[in-house]
């Protein structure tokens, strides 16, 4: 879809107006909602465009794709805020800089290294699936969700089991700073005492490495800081900011998106039996129910970009320096895209949603999240096959990523 142009001069910018802090941005931090929010996404999306206020939120799949694709207009560069004192690396990097971060990561990450984790993900599953499958019960999101995501970057990273906690905690006082009665100053004053703490972890572990070089990204890493410039593959050599900063962002995306997914996708199956059922007579559905939950639930619903000129997305003009939103879970039930967007089917033939992002900055983990998902899928279901929300519990979701904080589950021993 071609832009449309604004009349008039063109005004130009070369920074955001303001940075987006996901944390206090949302209206009523920590309100949970017992409804999804598919109801409000398909009636979005008849509407292309909304102005709000000085930003525009755009709901298609073709206005997703736009701004997606042309980072040079729709920029992410320096947005995000997470209490960070360094910049987000690679996620707050617009090319031609975001194209050796890039290099470096995506064999990181590629097909053949995440299958190459499929013995020691499932074992790690499965360790968790053994302290409560005998109970009959669990919350799901504190004894699974939340724990599985965390401890399979610990073993990506090269860091011991007993780490585990740290890494929680990091993560939570990152994207989920203290209480929902907290001022926003509050909040944010947590947030910015776990950056630095992140960033200190880090620095001390690279160190490790650097001494001590083992097999793992963390050594990799170490090393590149003191690569030579002609280094092979022409990897330039990186800072140990740089470094940590790439951690930093490593942390908070591998630990939070498969949790808040898991917990998307559980709450489903647990209130939609038929779908469960399919699973467990043909684990061969997982892939596909993976890639159709992921579409459905749209777990990271939203993601920001800040226009270096001034634009017209939808029929609406929004000036340079100012936010666009592509809401992810919107454009992924789009009826020009999906048919039948609201039907949810396992076997769907063409499914390319938008739940990992797109263009330049779509998710570099997004195979390792795939695996993660497959695999908890289909050792889940190999041992609980029957189960179902706890009697007399309901379902709610939390922002600003999509979750359930803490779904309950039960099954019959």
């Given at each position: 879809?071609?832009?449309?142009?604004?009349?008039?001069?063109?005004?130009?910018?070369?920074?955001?107006?303001a940075?987006?802090?996901?944390?206090?941005?949302?209206?009523?931090?920590?309100?949970?909602?017992?409804?999804?929010s598919q109801?409000?996404?398909?009636?979005?999306?008849?509407?292309?465009?909304?102005?709000?206020?000085?930003?525009?939120?755009v709901?298609?799949?073709?206005?997703?794709?736009?701004?997606?694709?042309?980072p040079?207009?729709?920029?992410?560069e320096?947005?995000?805020?997470?209490?960070?004192?360094?910049?987000?690396?690679?996620?707050?990097?617009?090319?031609?800089?975001?194209?050796?971060?890039?290099k470096?990561?995506?064999?990181?990450?590629?097909?053949?290294?995440?299958?190459?984790?499929?013995?020691?993900?499932?074992?790690?599953?499965?360790?968790?699936?053994?302290?409560?499958?005998?109970?009959?019960?669990?919350?799901?999101?504190?004894?699974?969700?939340?724990?599985?995501?965390?401890?399979?970057?610990?073993?990506?990273?090269?860091?011991?089991?007993?780490?585990?906690?740290?890494?929680?905690?990091?993560?939570?006082?990152l994207?989920?700073?203290g209480t929902?009665?907290m001022?926003?100053?509050?909040r944010?004053?947590?947030?910015?005492?776990?950056?630095?703490?992140?960033?200190?972890?880090?620095?001390?572990?690279?160190?490790?490495?650097?001494?001590?070089?083992?097999?793992?990204?963390?050594?990799?890493?170490?090393?590149?800081?003191?690569?030579?410039?002609?280094?092979?593959?022409?990897?330039?050599?990186?800072?140990?900011?740089?470094?940590?900063?790439?951690?930093?962002?490593?942390?908070?995306?591998?630990?939070?998106?498969?949790?808040?997914?898991?917990?998307c996708?559980?709450?489903?199956?647990?209130?939609?039996?038929?779908?469960?059922?399919?699973?467990?007579?043909?684990?061969?559905?997982?892939?596909?129910?993976?890639?159709?939950?992921?579409?459905?639930?749209?777990?990271?619903?939203?993601?920001?970009?800040?226009?270096?000129?001034?634009?017209?997305?939808?029929?609406?003009?929004?000036?340079?320096?100012?936010?666009?939103?592509?809401?992810?879970?919107?454009?992924?039930?789009?009826?020009?895209?999906?048919?039948?967007?609201?039907?949810?089917?396992?076997?769907?033939?063409?499914?390319?949603?938008?739940?990992?992002?797109?263009?330049?900055?779509?998710?570099?983990?997004?195979?390792?999240?795939?695996?993660?998902?497959?695999?908890?899928?289909?050792?889940?279901?190999?041992?609980?096959?029957?189960?179902?929300?706890?009697?007399?519990?309901?379902?709610?979701?939390?922002?600003?990523?999509?979750?359930?904080?803490?779904?309950?589950?039960?099954?019959?021993?």
């Open positions: 879809m071609d832009r449309e142009e604004p009349t008039g001069d063109l005004d130009t910018a070369t920074c955001p107006v940075k987006l802090d996901f944390v206090n941005l949302v209206a009523g931090f920590g309100e949970a909602s017992s409804a999804p109801p409000a996404n398909i009636a979005l999306c008849e509407h292309g465009a909304l102005a709000i206020g000085d930003a525009v939120m709901n298609t799949r073709a206005l997703a794709d736009e701004v997606l694709r042309n040079a207009v729709f920029s992410s320096d947005l995000v805020e997470q209490g960070n004192t360094l910049p987000l690396i690679p996620l707050n990097v617009d090319p031609p800089n975001l194209v050796g971060y890039r470096l990561l995506d064999p990181l990450f590629a097909p053949k290294r995440v299958e190459a984790l499929e013995g020691d993900i499932t074992e790690r599953v499965n360790h968790f699936i053994d302290t409560f499958v005998d109970r009959g019960s669990c919350d799901f999101t504190a004894e699974l969700a939340e724990l599985f995501p965390s401890s399979v970057f610990l073993g990506l990273m090269g860091l011991p089991w007993d780490e585990l906690d740290t890494l929680v905690e990091m993560r939570d006082g994207l989920r700073p929902k009665e001022t926003n100053e509050e944010s004053a947590i947030q910015r005492a776990t950056a630095l703490r992140v960033n200190a972890y880090f620095d001390a572990v690279l160190d490790e490495r650097l001494a001590d070089p083992r097999d793992d990204i963390l050594s990799l890493f170490a090393a590149l800081e003191h690569a030579p410039e002609d280094a092979e593959g022409g990897q330039r050599r990186l800072t140990r900011d740089e470094l940590v900063s790439i951690c930093f962002v490593l942390l908070t995306a591998g630990l939070d998106t498969v949790t808040d997914s898991l917990t996708m559980f709450a489903f199956l647990a209130q939609n039996p038929d779908h469960r059922r399919a699973l467990v007579a043909d684990p061969h559905l997982i892939p596909g129910a993976v890639e159709e939950l992921l579409r459905w639930e749209t777990p990271v619903p939203q993601v920001v970009r800040w226009t270096r000129q001034t634009e017209v997305l939808g029929g609406v003009t929004v000036t340079a320096g100012n936010h666009v939103m592509v809401n992810i879970g919107a454009a992924n039930l789009d009826p020009a895209e999906f048919d039948e967007p609201t039907e949810v089917r396992f076997d769907r033939d063409v499914n390319r949603h938008l739940a990992f992002g797109g263009g330049v900055h779509r998710c570099l983990g997004s195979h390792l999240a795939r695996r993660e998902l497959r695999i908890a899928l289909r050792e889940w279901h190999r041992r609980i096959p029957d189960y179902g929300l706890t009697p007399g519990y309901e379902v709610t979701y939390l922002p600003p990523l999509r979750y359930v904080p803490d779904l309950q589950l039960t099954w019959p021993t």
